[in-house]
């Protein structure tokens, strides 16, 4: 995010880490990083992230924790009482992580063919991780298009609704697509692979941000890295692991993920309190991600 939230205190973000980690930070810097979570660092020893607390979220960062003897994810540091994160108040909790010295790209950029092809087997290398074989509807939870409308109060809830009603139709046959979705093998998955989390280093690729991690198909994370390269990226993942994706779940992926771009957007400026720099991002993403489902 790009501004920090209104009532967090960096005193009681400090003091929460000391208690949960015994770390002793110095002066903390906020990065205005990504979207969704709130960054500080303290120098170049550690990154702190902060977010709304959520079981989903401690389930995430666990799967991440799990994950780092594979090498390439930056997993949380874990408490003093061996959780991934800590709470900080009612409402955030704080995962600390060592601080990695590394580029990154951004979300629009294209992998070039080596890092596309490091890419594909350290995802096959995430997703051999932990298998489950169990029937789900991977989008059951997505709220309908009539649950995506706000109360009509606040700075946006109005302009909001004036979005929603007003593509209506693309949200409904995007929902409607979801829902009826099945799939039966379930892998251990990143969520969000794109160029902006990978981190390229003196150590080699790294890959950052685990907070959607989960099981899941295969296809959540392969949609994203084959929108991202000239090379049969479905073709090369298929090829190490001997497993035939499904191609047109990798397009339910990619439906999905404008659709649960949709659910943030509405979610964060429902809740806003008064215009900020982020306000500002979240409005024009939501009018240009409603645009992109209606021509998807």
Not at 47 to 65: H, M
Not at 143 to 155: I, K, N, Q, T, Y
Not at 167 to 178: C, D, F, I, N, W
Not at 237 to 257: I, K, N
Request: net charge negative.
């Amino acid at each position: 995010m790009l501004v920090p939230p209104r009532d967090l205190s960096v005193t009681a973000l400090s003091e929460a880490v000391h208690a949960a980690f015994g770390i002793e930070l110095g002066s903390l810097q906020y990065l205005p990083l990504g979207f969704g979570s709130h960054h500080w660092a303290d120098g170049k020893r550690w990154f702190l992230s902060v977010d709304p607390s959520s079981p989903e979220l401690r389930s995430a960062l666990s799967l991440a924790v799990r994950a780092r003897r594979l090498g390439f994810p930056v997993a949380p540091r874990l408490s003093l009482q061996g959780q991934p994160l800590a709470q900080i108040d009612e409402r955030f909790s704080v995962a600390v992580y060592p601080y990695v010295e590394g580029t990154a790209g951004r979300f629009s950029d294209t992998f070039n063919d080596d890092t596309a092809t490091l890419i594909v087997g350290h995802l096959a290398q995430l997703h051999g991780l932990e298998t489950v074989r169990n029937r789900m509807a991977p989008f059951a939870r997505l709220p309908s298009p009539e649950e995506l409308r706000v109360p009509d109060e606040g700075p946006f809830g109005g302009m909001v609704n004036v979005l929603i009603d007003s593509h209506v139709s693309a949200l409904r046959a995007a929902y409607e697509q979801l829902r009826a979705v099945e799939a039966d093998h379930c892998v251990s998955t990143h969520g969000e692979p794109h160029p902006g989390n990978w981190l390229t280093t003196s150590a080699g690729l790294r890959l950052v941000d685990w907070d959607t991690a989960g099981m899941a198909p295969p296809e959540r994370d392969i949609w994203l890295v084959a929108r991202r390269t000239g090379l049969d990226a479905v073709g090369m993942y298929e090829e190490l692991t001997g497993r035939p994706l499904d191609h047109q779940l990798l397009r339910h992926y990619e439906v999905a993920w404008l659709y649960s771009d949709v659910v943030a957007d509405v979610r964060d400026l429902s809740q806003a309190v008064v215009p900020d720099a982020d306000t500002e991002w979240q409005l024009r993403s939501l009018r240009d991600v409603l645009a992109n489902l209606a021509s998807a």
